[in-house]
């Protein structure tokens, strides 16, 4: 499971089998988008953001996270509550979720 959480009271979870990639969306952010649970057409997109102009780096650390092995079977990706990005280099916050 991935987990993102920008608040003590607002977190989804997913399951890393609906991942479907992260694209770039501007200097200092990306979307990671995954499949709807309901097998909806559209998809599920969690923006992360990182310092400006580290686009590659950023990039290159979430998706080393991601093939990493989690600890307790959770791959903690962005945790705005307790600063915690899986040691992800660069990344400075969890941004809009849309389900």
């Known amino acids: ?7 003590a009271t607002d977190a989804v979870m997913f399951p890393l089998s609906s991942y479907l990639g992260t694209l770039p969306t501007q200097d200092g952010s990306c979307t990671m988008h995954f499949a709807k649970i309901d097998n909806a057409l559209d998809t599920s997109t969690v923006v992360m953001n990182f310092t400006s102009g580290m686009t590659t780096e950023a990039l290159e650390s979430l998706h080393k996270a991601l093939t990493a092995n989690p600890k307790n079977g959770v791959i903690v ?23």
């Open 1 to 7: 499971m991935i987990l993102f959480r920008t608040t």
């Open 77 to 99: 990706i962005g945790d705005d509550v307790d600063t915690d990005f899986t040691n992800l280099e660069h990344f400075t916050s969890v941004g809009a979720i849309t389900l």
